[in-house]
């Protein structure tokens, strides 16, 4: 072919080659658009058991069935953490009671934290802090903190949402669930709100043997009467075993915190781990942390929060010693006088806690 | 005759239009604010929590805790021989424990003029004492947020909560107190302070409620804390009936 006919076509290429450019630029959206994609957010319905009241759901994140979808999938997604090895299901297992059945719970690579992980059961009734030491006020800015810590995800965010923007499917899940119109808009507070409101959905099923002898529809054993007897304080001949003024009903905690005695200290200053103090700097919140909920609490174990008792049995054993005094122990820690059968007794009770619904409700597993 | 007949239709359009002019110039009720400020003190100290000892009895005692609801509180004025009440609000929690000792709640819109005094009560009434905190939204002072205020086997939310520590002598194990009312039997019924007070446009006024912890040990004789540390459960009343006939005298308003 002569050059001349080469240059000919060449050219020729080239102004078709322009033509497609033009083309492309007037029907193609522009780039992360994601309006195409419908925006219709059905609301998402929390049954709740007997004695509860609706969730608490901040004005500006109701629950949508697109937003707890998302935050279900960033739940078990180890795209948040910096290596993709881990997802927050690592400290929050279904199975566990929404905990990791660990004494400590472990980070990427194997990075050791300070406390054991907390169950999530209920979180959306937890309206005085969060974490062992209280020291974040709601759901949405808890959220924000495990992808950033050094001993959990050690991601970064700025890192975490670009990859969610160039994710294949979270852009329209995004969409979906918050109504953005670009990728762009995908951002590390939208991710907190859905993870938050699929934590929010995460109630009881109201389905434990406590529950449907609430509801009048089963009886509990002597055992376990005698069990409930002495959690509540009921008048009669067994002892006080003064358990439900912190885990009162029906959530089985109060939201408050405690000096339940665990540990020997000559100054409040001594604990080892100050808790609730290093939240509010007062000397009388050191070595006070959350009472956690106890339903549940037969899938929960190791107890406390530093996992130091493996069994129920040692828990109940503790409180019926009266633990070790402190000018900020509890007024109503002490020794309790329980005899063994109390103590068997009172496992029983703890026991019809249990509501395997609610760890193997669909609504709550890995979706991947 | 005529020309009147002309007129008529003016007539009833200035009716008419005379009539809407009534309505719109209804004037509006005068309306202030109003804040109330509750503070607990020991004798003649503030209370202070966890850090100050004070003398009971020769003793050194310390507080960790101190919160009650105030129920059906509403202004006062004598008319006539009747008192006319405007309520202020159903209920609510006051928690010293948690407020550094100062709580202040805020009354809007209450009407104008003077006033004689103030009624209120300490505890939950018993209409909404027979509910249970799953009745109320989370963030009712008697929902799911104050859970450590109800007391299931009680039937009951737990009134008010005084807790501490008492260092009886030296080598004397310290005491650990609590004194939790409760039950519709502890509700105070009404308790009136008068005070001369007067609502205008513009200033918000404040009442000041002071509580004496201390008189509520002491008063009718000194609460025997080293035999009676508790009165969480209905079985132990003798602490809880000291405290609840107590808190009538212990508190002042002005």
């Known amino acids: ?368 | 005759m005529k020309k009147l007949l002309y007129l008529f239709p003016f007539y009833c359009l200035l009716l008419a239009t005379s009539c809407g002019d009534d309505t719109a110039v209804l004037p509006e009720p005068e309306v202030t604010d109003l804040n109330l400020t509750f503070r607990a003190n020991f004798g003649d100290a503030d209370l202070d929590f966890n850090t100050t000892s004070y003398d009971y009895e020769g003793m050194e005692m310390s507080i960790s805790k101190f919160d009650f609801f105030i129920s059906n509180v509403a202004l006062y004025k004598n008319v006539d021989g009747n008192q006319e009440q405007t309520e202020l609000f159903e209920i609510d929690f006051i928690d010293f424990t948690q407020n550094n000792n100062e709580v202040t709640i805020l009354n809007q819109d209450l009407p104008v003029g003077e006033y004689d005094g103030i009624v209120f009560s300490i505890g939950v009434p018993s209409d909404l004492n027979s509910q249970i905190p799953g009745d109320f939204s989370s963030t009712h002072p008697l929902g799911f947020s104050n859970l450590s205020h109800y007391w299931a086997d009680w039937n009951s939310y737990i009134f008010s909560k005084i807790e501490g520590r008492l260092m009886p002598a030296p080598g004397q194990d310290e005491v650990f107190f609590s004194y939790h009312t409760g039950s519709d039997d502890f509700f105070s019924g009404a308790i009136e302070k008068s005070l001369s007070l007067n609502l205008e446009v513009g200033v918000t006024k404040t009442i000041n409620f002071e509580i004496d912890l201390q008189n509520i040990f002491l008063s009718g004789g000194a609460l025997d804390i080293q035999t009676y540390p508790h009165s969480h459960s209905l079985s132990e009343t003798t602490a809880a009936t000291h405290v609840v006939n107590n808190y009538p005298n212990s508190i002042t308003v002005n």
């Open chain 1, 1 to 368: 072919m002569r050059i001349p006919t080469l240059i000919s076509i060449a050219t020729l290429i080239f102004i078709i080659g322009c033509g497609a450019d033009d083309d492309v630029i007037d029907f193609m959206p522009p780039v992360g658009d994601l309006t195409d994609i419908p925006y219709n957010p059905m609301p998402y319905n929390v049954e709740v058991p007997i004695q509860f009241p609706p969730i608490p759901v901040p004005p500006n994140n109701a629950l949508t069935e697109a937003g707890v979808s998302l935050g279900r999938h960033l739940f078990y997604d180890p795209i948040l953490s910096v290596d993709s090895s881990m997802a927050c299901a690592a400290c929050h297992l279904p199975v566990g009671g929404f905990t990791d059945n660990q004494k400590i719970s472990f980070g990427v690579g194997g990075a050791t934290g300070t406390r054991s992980s907390m169950s999530l059961i209920n979180s959306a009734f937890y309206l005085n802090g969060l974490f062992w030491d209280g020291r974040i006020q709601s759901l949405e800015e808890q959220a924000l903190l495990p992808v950033e810590d050094d001993v959990e995800l050690m991601h970064q965010w700025g890192d975490v949402e670009i990859d969610l923007q160039n994710h294949d499917e979270y852009p329209t899940m995004f969409r979906q669930a918050f109504g953005i119109e670009n990728v762009s808009q995908i951002s590390k507070e939208l991710a907190a709100k859905a993870l938050a409101q699929f934590e929010r959905s995460i109630v009881s099923a109201g389905n434990s043997k406590y529950d449907r002898v609430i509801a009048l529809d089963e009886f509990f054993t002597d055992a376990e009467q005698n069990g409930f007897d002495m959690f509540f304080d009921a008048p009669g001949d067994l002892p006080d075993a003064e358990c439900g003024h912190c885990h009162n009903a029906p959530l089985f905690t109060t939201n408050e915190y405690f000096n339940n005695g665990l540990d020997a200290v000559v100054s409040l200053f001594d604990f080892e781990d100050p808790g609730l103090g290093a939240v509010t700097g007062n000397e009388f919140d050191y070595g006070k942390f959350r009472a956690p909920t106890l339903r549940n609490i037969e899938f929960t174990a190791p107890y406390m929060h530093d996992g130091r008792f493996e069994t129920l049995e040692e828990v109940i054993e503790h409180y019926n010693s009266g633990g070790h005094t402190a000018d900020n122990l509890d007024p109503l820690i002490q020794p309790l006088q329980l005899t063994e059968e109390n103590k068997a007794d009172l496992l029983a009770f703890l026991l019809t806690l249990s509501d395997t619904t609610t760890l193997q409700n669909p609504a709550y597993q890995n979706p991947f």
